[in-house]
């Protein structure tokens, strides 16, 4: 690397930790009396100060603020109580102190709106943080738009909080909740309506929702549990974990596993992202390539289509199963209902509870291993081309024919029963009994 180069780096990540500085209010850049000091970070002094509100209080209390935060506290109280924080950075107490005297909380009230803010504004160095701690009746509607600090609501009722690089915590939300941040974590604990979240780049935590979720995000963990409504996760690169999503359910994200766990009827739309799901209480529909899924304990309908997909089902009591993808692995274990697979270049195994409709398979350069109920009787019909089918049953098909093609067929006589059909090329299809009694149709 060449000097000009080295030195062009260094001019980058240095112009990267000014603006963090300058951004975070820790850079003491100014003109003091002639005295210039770059990067001084001096000492932190606080002031504190106090105020209360009474009634007759306002529908909604807004507080506008930056580079420090704001905590709101629903409380069984008829008043607003007020503490304002002004932590100061500057070489000395008495800079500090002089800064302090200036800077002002201020009240703007007019129905049916009480205003918090600062006059930050005004100053031209911000080596400063101004923080806001506030209790106000329970259920109150508040509106926060903050950065750079924590903004931390308890119960209150409808909130609307934007903090574009700060970190969010709302818990015993009463009304709707929408939250708008990134960067930094946001947690979401018991609210009682429904929540919108927007937050890249972060961990996004919500636990105990009684209405529905929709969430925006990308770059980061996505942990929900226990959430009453339609879930909608829009994602990308978003590590997804659900557990207790007992209504509709729609997630979508890339490169980044989906863990889903007592979920109702469900859709993801994966994009190189491996899939678990178990305990599905609905329909299933999963697209996705260059993954693996494993789904356990589904009473609903299946559907998955991709490329390049891994899948191993387990007790899958469904109306109808619809699989389609290529290079991987498929195995279906304990299921029921209309089944129909197409599959290329990969292995497949279906073990079905019992034959409850048609079973269909399509497949090319795919061994097939099928699993027999025991006892059961049902038109069968299997074909491979350059390959053989191995009949392991004890009755012996009624039709046996090798020529190039091997086929078989038994049970023509059960008509009006549903009927099996496996097709492949290249590749060995084996029919052997399952060791366990078919259940009842």
């Known amino acids: ?74 409380t069984e109280t008829d008043k607003i109580t007020i503490v304002f924080k002004k932590s100061i950075t500057r070489k000395n107490g008495d800079e500090a102190r002089k800064i302090a005297d200036q800077m002002k909380m201020v009240v703007n009230r007019s129905e049916p709106t009480l205003v918090l803010s600062t006059n930050r504004e005004a100053f031209k160095r911000k080596n400063f943080e101004t923080h806001f701690k506030i209790s106000v009746p329970a259920g109150m509607e508040v509106l926060v738009k903050n950065s750079y600090g924590l903004v931390k609501t308890a119960g209150t009722g409808k ?55 929709l969430l925006d995000h990308s770059y980061g963990d996505v942990e929900l549990e226990n959430i009453a409504g339609k879930v909608v996760v829009k994602g990308s690169h978003s590590r997804v974990t659900g557990k207790g999503l007992k209504a509709e359910v729609e997630v979508g994200s890339s490169y980044e596993p989906i863990v889903l766990t007592e979920v109702g009827p469900t859709t993801i739309r994966g994009h190189h992202s491996d899939i678990e799901v178990r305990a599905v209480a609905g329909s299933l529909l999963i697209t996705d390539n260059y993954a693996r899924v494993l789904l356990d304990d589904l009473k609903g309908d299946l559907r998955i289509e991709g490329t390049n997909m891994e899948i191993r089902a387990r007790s899958v009591a469904a109306g109808e199963i619809r699989i389609k993808t290529s290079n991987q692995n498929v195995e279906i274990l304990g299921f029921t209902g209309k089944t129909t697979v197409r599959l290329n270049h990969g292995d497949l195994v279906l073990e079905p509870d019992a034959v409850t409709g048609p079973i269909d398979v399509q497949a090319t350069y795919a061994a097939i291993r099928f699993g027999w109920p025991a006892g059961g009787r049902f038109p069968f019909e299997g074909r491979t081309r350059s390959a053989r089918i191995l009949w392991n049953l004890a009755e012996r098909p009624s039709l046996e024919e090798t020529n190039g093609e091997s086929l078989i067929k038994a049970f023509q006589e059960e008509t ?4 099996i059909t496996l097709s492949t090329s290249y590749a060995d299809i084996r029919i052997e009994e399952i060791k366990r009694p078919a259940k009842t149709i």
């Open 1 to 74: 690397m060449k000097a000009r180069e080295i030195f062009l780096v260094l001019l980058i990540i240095g112009a990267g930790i000014f603006i963090y500085y300058a951004k975070t209010g820790k850079l003491d850049i100014a003109w003091d009396g002639g005295d210039l000091f770059l990067f001084g970070r001096g000492e932190e002094f606080v002031f504190e100060e106090s105020q209360e509100i009474s009634a007759p209080l306002p529908r909604e209390l807004q507080v506008i603020n930056a580079h420090g935060s704001v905590e709101i506290q629903g």
């Open 159 to 213: 909130t609307d909080i934007v903090n574009p690089h700060g970190e969010i915590q709302a818990s015993d939300i009463a009304g709707g909740l929408i939250v708008s941040s990134s960067y930094e974590d946001v947690s979401i604990l018991n609210a009682r309506t429904d929540c919108q979240v927007t937050c890249p780049h972060a961990k996004i935590t919500v636990i105990g929702v009684r209405g529905g979720l």
């Open 416 to 419: 009006g029963k549903p009927s």
